[in-house]
């Protein structure tokens, strides 16, 4: 079997989901080793906020992908996809398959599709100022800048295709590029290897999911998240920074700068409100990639893994 006939499986879903017990249980099952598609694993020294695996968990099975860069470092999609891909040559050419999981869609999208690219750092910024704003009045006005600023792409794109939509005027507000150039300058290779992605689904019940959150927010705070957060705005390094802006940890600034009425209380209240909404924008963004097969989240951990297994053994 060569590599390009190995169905490797990515594991998706939102925040909390279950995703990585799902991908620990099938690396255990079919011999894998687990590869991180969360562009905050890559951080070192950044454990409990990102969710990272326990030690006990590496022991069990090698994990790629986490602890690579430090924080204040810059990292990109396009270097991603170069990272990511000596991990699964690597994993492959030792007979072990490589589980694919995480939820950070623009990577794992850019890896199903071969894309590789200079990323602008501020398209990611304005995505997430695109989807507050989305939260508040909904579509009709981005969708209409869209049309103003890229009739080609809004003419391709359903106006309830909101990813689409959203991320198509993010990058030309980004870059002042339209979607069309910016696809045009990328290097477009096709995907390296036979990918088959899989969805753990909270759409039919959100309030599962929430409540999921909240109690991983507590067990974080519980774990030293704050004294985490701490460590990390004590670095030298830039508080605008893609780690020093991530969820779980700007919500502790107010607390550690002393500003008046700030509450250990209020900064948990505020990481569990925006992990919502984080989530709520991963079903979105999850629900438009074309093949994805959903799993039922209502079964064990371990037959989700043997729903998986079977559709790669195939």
């Given at each position: 079997?060569?590599?390009k006939?190995?169905i490797?499986?990515?594991?998706t ?26 562009s ?8 409990v ?5 326990t ?11 986490i ?11 396009s ?6 891909s ?5 994993v ?7 589980v ?45 800048r869209l049309v103003d ?13 909101t990813?689409?939509?959203?991320r ?7 870059t ?26 909270y759409?039919d ?11 991983r ?5 519980e ?6 957060a ?37 900064v ?7 992990t ?21 989240r209502?079964?064990r ?13 195939m």
């Open positions: 079997m060569t590599d006939d190995t490797i499986p990515i594991i879903g939102p925040t909390a989901s279950g995703k990585s017990a799902v991908a620990l249980d099938l690396c255990l099952k079919a011999g894998g080793e687990l590869i991180s598609c969360d905050m694993q890559i951080y070192k020294g950044l454990d906020g990102t969710a990272k695996a030690r006990q968990e590496r022991e069990l099975v090698s994990h790629h992908m602890d690579i860069i430090e924080p204040g470092d810059n990292y990109n999609v270097m991603f996809v170069e990272d990511c000596s991990c699964i040559d690597d492959l050419s030792r007979g072990r398959l490589p694919l999981c995480g939820g950070t869609g623009q990577y794992i999208s850019a890896l199903k599709d071969g894309l590789a690219f200079e990323e602008d750092p501020r398209a990611d910024e304005v995505t997430d100022q695109l989807y507050e704003e989305y939260e508040r009045n909904g579509i009709d006005d981005i969708y209409r600023a890229d009739p080609e792409a809004a003419a391709k794109i359903h106006p309830n295709n990813r689409r939509v959203i198509a005027l993010a990058v030309f507000e980004a002042g590029k339209t979607k069309t150039q910016r696809d045009n300058d990328s290097k477009k290779t096709g995907p390296l290897y036979n990918f088959r992605l899989f969805d753990i689904d759409e019940d959100r309030s599962v999911l929430y409540d999921r959150i909240n109690l927010v507590d067990k974080m705070m774990d030293g998240l704050e004294a985490e701490r460590y990390l705005y004590s670095l030298p390094i830039d508080r605008k920074s893609t780690c020093c802006q991530a969820i779980g940890y700007k919500e502790f600034l107010p607390l550690i700068d002393n500003v008046p009425g700030s509450t250990l209380e209020r948990a209240y505020e990481i569990k409100l925006n919502r909404h984080y989530a709520k924008r991963q079903l979105t963004w999850f629900r438009y990639i074309d093949e994805i097969i959903r799993i039922d209502n079964i951990v371990d037959q989700q893994a043997d729903f998986i297994l079977d559709r790669i053994s």
